[in-house]
């Protein structure tokens, strides 16, 4: 019987390199990972409503269009139970994606088909038209805010998987909630607004408007202070007020929604802050919640925004 082989000192090398190489990437995942825990680095931008098993979590993408479908089922006089059976159909259809292909010619955040009447490619890639036309066909199903979501999105979508659209309710009804205001403060957010790419005021005015009506066109654009020894060359952020109207019971609600929908679109729109009533939301702060506004309180009658500069 011959003697078993021993290893090779090439061999036994080989493996110490890889271990030391193994080593070296652990330990340097370790220190990012320690660095941005300490620094309270947020990541890349992100969106939350609820808690625990009760939460979902989305991309700023998402986000602004998922306020776009509300804010156009609002705007049309619509109850929260149509904006939520949308936002269910958008999430199966789409994920709240505006893409540009599906199947055969199906487009857009419904998967509309330009070929079945919905509409032009470039009128339907457009979120508000498209929700408008989701809406539309919502209003001609009888008593649909009564009906099972599914069958209601159903009858609106025709889909060859129907079911589907139900295991979206739970999420659809947790943004809705958010996005109609119903919920205050509820919406979660961090975005990227880093300076030098500024927010361009007029942009803001007309999204809200597309989105809201002439009703919520901001008053006036201010600018504020720049920071504290900031080089002349840096210029003073520009604020908006946004009116917030009905007064009364209902002007708490509208308020966080309009609140809430500058949050979902603040990192297209590079909305740096927004505050209403005691609360401010700030894009930097890592946590994306919503915190007390002590000097930045409003007084309910307006949502006070200010765009990155």
Not at 90 to 97: D, H, I, T, V, Y
Not at 242 to 268: F, M, S, Y
Request: aromatic share 6%; with cysteine.
């Amino acid at each position: 019987m011959s003697e078993p082989t021993r290893p090779s000192r090439p061999a036994r090398h080989g493996r110490a390199v890889r271990f030391t190489a193994g080593l070296a990437v652990l330990l340097g995942l370790v220190a990012y990972v320690t660095v941005h825990y300490v620094t309270g680095s947020k990541g890349a931008p992100r969106c939350t409503i609820g808690s625990g098993s009760n939460r979902y979590e989305f991309t700023p993408e998402q986000a602004s269009n998922a306020a776009t479908i509300a804010a156009v089922g609002t705007g049309r006089g619509l109850p929260e139970r149509a904006v939520t059976i949308a936002l269910a159909t958008a999430l199966q259809e789409s994920g709240l994606r505006n893409i540009e292909h599906g199947d055969r010619d199906s487009l857009g955040l419904f998967q509309q088909r330009p070929s079945m009447g919905w509409g032009t490619p470039e009128q339907i890639l457009d979120p508000v038209y498209s929700s408008g036309k989701f809406y539309e066909g919502l209003e001609k199903v009888p008593g649909y805010s009564r009906l099972p979501l599914t069958v209601a999105a159903q009858k609106v979508q025709r889909s060859g998987f129907p079911q589907a659209y139900a295991k979206h309710e739970p999420d659809a009804t947790l943004l809705s909630a958010a996005l109609t205001g119903r919920a205050p403060a509820a919406l979660a957010c961090t975005a990227d607004v880093q300076e030098g790419r500024p927010g361009d005021p007029s942009r803001v005015r007309a999204e809200l408007i597309r989105a809201f009506g002439e009703e919520t066109a901001p008053k006036g654009v201010t600018a504020g202070a720049g920071a504290a020894g900031a080089a002349a060359a840096v210029p003073p952020a520009v604020e908006l007020s946004v009116p917030v109207r009905p007064t009364g019971a209902q002007r708490d609600q509208r308020g966080w929604e309009l609140a809430q929908w500058a949050v979902a679109r603040a990192d297209d729109l590079r909305i740096a802050e927004v505050s209403y009533g005691d609360r401010t939301w700030i894009a930097d702060d890592a946590s994306g919640d919503w915190t007390p506004a002590g000097s930045r309180s409003t007084d309910g009658s307006t949502v006070r925004l200010r765009l990155a500069r």
